[in-house]
Structure formats: C-alpha cells, structure tokens
C-alpha cells in the first residue's frame, strides 16, 4: 500500500475480535478500525488495508469518541429511514468516503482533511464486502 500523507495504522491480522464483534453487529464483519489499530479476521488485502486506513484518518479529525459518536448517529439516523441495518451501515458518512475510494490507490495521499463531512447518502448497499 501506499503511504498516506499522515500516519498509518497497526494491522493485527488473523484475530478473532472481528467474529466476537459480528455476533452483537448489523452485518458481518472482517475488519474493524479500533482507535490506531487494524484488527482483521484474516489477511487483509490492499483494498481492505485502504479502506481502514480511510477509517483511521477519520479517527484522527473527530477522535474516538467523536468517531463512533458521529458513526452511531449515522447509524441510526438511517436504521430510521431505512429500516434496515445494512442499508444504515452503508450510508453512514465514514462508510461513504471509505467504500468510495477504497478501491483508489492515491486516495490517501491526496485525501483532503474531514472529506466524510460532505459526503452524500447514495450508496445502494450492492455488491459489498463488510469493513468496518
Ligand atoms: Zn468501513
């Protein structure tokens, strides 16, 4: 992967935590950012690598509890609007920026500071892996 701008996260690969956190979560997941590490239930390719590492920028703007508090709004907001989990977590504004350019191997060096703010609600849930 390429180096982002500012810092790169710990990868932790192969951990169970990502299965024990699926059991209470609204979808199933393989790779969750917590704080500055990268914790996958398996080997993370450079996609799943890039979209964590998107998420731990956000991280670095809001902090943690400002992170998961604007995550969980998000969430919610769209639980409400959707009714329906998966439609929530896909469009809650981290996860727009981050599927949108995972797939974008310059994203994180050209990535401007707190881009999730203008985010639109306009991803339709297909064809997705689950990172969290
Ligand atoms: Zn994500």
């Known amino acids: 992967m390429k180096k982002p701008r500012f810092w790169t996260p710990w990868f932790i690969e192969n951990s169970r ?8 979560a609204p979808i199933e997941i393989n790779a969750i950012t917590l704080g500055p590490l990268v914790i996958s239930r398996s080997k993370m390719g450079e996609k799943t690598k890039r979209h964590e590492t998107i998420h731990f920028q956000q991280y670095l703007e809001l902090g943690f509890v400002g992170f998961w508090f604007l995550y969980l709004w998000d969430y919610f907001k769209g639980f409400l609007k959707y009714g329906d989990g998966a439609m929530a ?5 981290f996860e727009m920026e981050a599927y949108k350019y995972d797939t974008d ?8 500071r707190y881009k999730w703010w203008s985010m639109k609600e306009d991803n339709d849930g297909n064809n997705k892996i689950n990172r969290v």
Do not use: A, G, T
């Open 105 to 112: 191997e310059d994203y994180l060096e050209v990535r401007k």
């Open 89 to 93: 977590y896909y469009n809650i504004r």
């Open 17 to 24: 935590i990502p299965i024990w956190l699926s059991k209470v």
